[in-house]
């Protein structure tokens, strides 16, 4: 017998239809469950962390290391920059003396200084350092300090020009003067302040001598290197 779900009265095994009724006897599908929500937390497939490679590290260290042994390399044999020049035994700079000319180290009164000549008396270069107690002292404050203890004895220093000595800046005039005999003399001063102290190169030469001299004195520069 078959049982009217709806008005609950018995019908035939076959019937399609309650005889009461009329509702349907076919079975009828189980409405489809909603799927409950998973936790997502609990089911989700989460990676394990992947433990980061050493190899880049290694890698760095490698070409650090590398870097470091090819500069010391390097450092070891690169040439040696004073290397057949004078290298002052006063002062930290070696350079090239000038062909034809002489000198080196010496004391000069109460002064060290280096001094460099042609052979004769119608020029010579000097080098002499000078302590600086103030450390504000720069090139230009140096050099205009310099000018004007010139002008006060009486000398008129030329137009200031710039210079480069191995990669130092410098200033540079020249100012002439009145020499024994008539002679005028020409002065090439070259001023600079570094770390060590308040640098002064200086061409003196006869005025017919100068131009020559100048050539010798711009080539010793060009040579210059610092230690």
Known sequence: MLVCPNCRSDNLEDAKFCRFCGRSLEPVGLPPRRLEARDQTDHMDIPPPRTPSALPGII???????????????????????????????????????????????????????QFTPGGEDAVTWVRVQEILDPAIQTPQYAQQFRT??????????????LNIDGEEALAWEVSVAGEGGQ????????????????RIELVATQDMYPQARVAFENLLASWRWK
Request: aromatic content about 8%.
């Open 149 to 162: 203890s010139q002008e006060a004895n009486g000398l008129a220093p030329g137009q200031i020009e710039q």
């Open 184 to 199: 005028n003399l020409v002065l090439r001063e070259v001023v600079l302040v570094r770390e060590d102290g308040a640098w």
């Open 60 to 114: 760095a260290l490698v070409l650090v290391g590398v870097g470091l042994t090819g500069g010391g390399l390097w450092y070891a044999m690169r040439p040696n920059p004073c290397e057949g020049k004078f290298s002052s035994a006063l002062f930290a700079y070696c350079t090239e003396i000038p062909a034809g000319w002489s000198g080196g180290s010496q004391l000069a009164g109460q002064e060290s200084l280096d």
